[in-house]
Structure formats: structure tokens, C-alpha cells
């Protein structure tokens, strides 16, 4: 009986784990994130057990620092900026954190910014205070454009060598499934973006919109975040990106994944928003 009993109870582990890992998908779990990030829409990273966060519009000027036990560590109200739309951060080798005002759903926006922020690890009190870099598209000519030239909107970019690299959310129908990719320095002034092509992830709208962005320390690799898939750029130049090409991985999962940030070389932390009682979490991926 004893043998049976212990059996059965292996056996139930295992459907458990199944179960566990499957509503995951290829997604390890690492915490439930605080109820006040339930919209979360960006991540950076500095440490190996904690990460920093924003929400996307209609939420409040502040980065929060939370740990991989789910706890909130730090907060900070950002000074000389305002929550029109964020929608990813991501910082720079010198510490700096930016956070990317540019979620268009419409593509209506003429007030687009990043927020230059000093590295919040080393920031004392209960604020911070932003550098402003404002920007457009020149490529586009009317605030709203036709449905089928919706590509303004944005949710994702990443820094490397002086510049911010953004990829903007195909919104146009009918949908192609391309990312318009675009480049601003990384200081403050006003800036007309440097038009770098147009990736093609592939032809789902509920999967292939990128949603989030980076690039991993050693800058080998870039990895681009839609809901549920992950591209990633494993030979490229920064200066030709469009001829990359992409490798698609299905993280069998479809809940509204927003954010991706290195940890290290090969290490990814991504977040989702909860919607519907799921999502709302921080995971792990490492890159095959």
C-alpha cells in the first residue's frame, strides 16, 4: 500500500508540474508581480534579483523597483516628465535609465519623448528628475495617418553606442506585419528620428505586434517581444538592421507580454500585464 500511496503521489507531483509549466509555456515563473504593476509595460535591469518597472498610460509618473520575491524595494516619482504612454525602458552601459513616452496607439501623437533618468540604484528620497529627448517621425505627414500607414505607434527600443534604437507596433490594416525601425541620439534636444527600414515578423495580429525590445551587454544579440513570440537578431549591423534575419521562437504562451530585458548574455526577464486573472508576472528565459 505504502509503494501504491507513493506512487500516486509521484504521479500527481508530475501532472502538477505539467500543469505548473504549461500555463506557462517555455516561460520559467519567478513571482507574482505587486497588484500596483498590474499594467506593467517596461523593464530594465541592474541587479541579478530585482528589476524596475513602469506602467503605460493612465497610470503615474513613477519607476518602481520590485525583487524576484515580489516585493517593492524602491519607488520613485519621475520629476519633469509625464505619463502620456510608457511603454519600455531600458538603460545604458554609463547606468542611465530611459524611459520610452511613445506608445501611439492612433498614430496621432506630435509629442513623442524619452526620458533620460540618472541610474536609480544610487538615487536617494522619493524622487528623480528626467532629461527630456523629443522626437518624430518625418516620414509621416498626417496626425492620424490612413489605417493602412498606421505604424507609429511604439513599445519597444533599446540603447547601444549613443543612440536609442526604437521598433514601432504595426497597427495599420490591412495588418503586414512589419516594424518600422527608427534611431535618436541619447541626449536631450529635439530630434527628427533616423529612419533605419522594416523588419517583417510574421503575419498574426494578435502575435506579431512587437511589443518590447533589447540588446544583450556584450551586443550580440538582439531580441525583439510580441504576445507570445520572441525574434531574435543574432548577426547584424546596427546600421542595416532591415537585412537581419530573424529567428522566431512560439513561448507557448498568449497572455499580453510587454516587457523584455537582458540579464545577461543569454538570461531574459520578461513581465506581462494581468488581464482576464492571468498574467501580471515576472519570468525568466534563457536562449537556446
Not at 533589447?214 to 538582439?222: L, R
Request: glycine letters at 6%; a negative charge.
Amino acid at each position: 500500500m505504502k509503494v501504491m500511496a507513493k506512487h500516486f503521489s509521484l504521479q500527481v507531483m508530475a501532472l502538477f508540474l505539467f500543469y505548473s509549466c504549461s500555463n506557462h509555456g517555455q516561460l520559467a515563473y519567478v513571482t507574482k508581480l505587486p497588484s500596483s504593476l498590474k499594467e506593467n509595460s517596461g523593464i530594465a535591469t541592474y541587479t541579478n534579483d530585482a528589476a524596475w518597472f513602469i506602467e503605460d498610460s493612465g497610470n503615474d509618473d513613477v519607476i518602481t523597483k520590485v525583487d524576484f520575491k515580489g516585493e517593492i524595494l524602491k519607488e520613485f516619482k519621475v520629476k519633469n516628465a509625464k505619463n502620456h504612454d510608457w511603454e519600455d525602458l531600458t538603460e545604458d552601459k554609463k547606468g542611465n535609465l530611459y524611459i520610452g513616452d511613445f506608445g501611439n496607439n492612433a498614430s496621432d501623437r506630435e509629442d513623442l519623448v524619452i526620458y533620460k533618468l540618472p541610474n536609480p540604484e544610487y538615487e536617494t528620497g522619493d524622487h528623480i528628475t528626467a532629461e527630456q529627448i523629443a522626437f518624430k517621425y518625418p516620414e509621416q505627414k498626417r496626425f492620424p495617418p490612413k489605417k493602412k500607414e498606421r505604424y507609429y505607434d511604439a513599445e519597444a527600443f533599446f540603447h547601444y553606442n549613443n543612440y536609442l534604437y526604437i521598433f514601432t507596433k504595426n497597427r495599420a490594416n490591412p495588418f503586414s506585419g512589419e516594424s518600422l525601425i527608427y534611431r535618436v541620439p541619447d541626449t536631450k534636444g529635439n530630434y527628427d528620428a533616423e529612419y533605419l527600414g522594416r523588419l517583417k515578423t510574421c503575419d498574426d495580429w494578435d502575435t506579431c505586434k512587437v511589443t518590447s525590445a533589447d540588446i544583450s551587454p556584450d551586443g550580440k544579440t538582439v531580441v525583439l517581444l510580441g504576445a507570445g513570440k520572441l525574434w531574435t537578431l543574432s548577426e547584424f549591423d546596427l546600421e542595416n538592421l532591415s537585412e537581419s534575419t530573424l529567428k522566431e521562437t512560439d513561448l507557448m504562451v498568449r497572455t499580453q507580454l510587454e516587457s523584455v530585458s537582458f540579464v545577461d548574455n543569454t538570461t531574459l526577464l520578461l513581465s506581462d500585464e494581468e488581464a482576464k486573472k492571468e498574467g501580471g508576472n515576472l519570468y525568466k528565459y534563457t536562449l537556446k
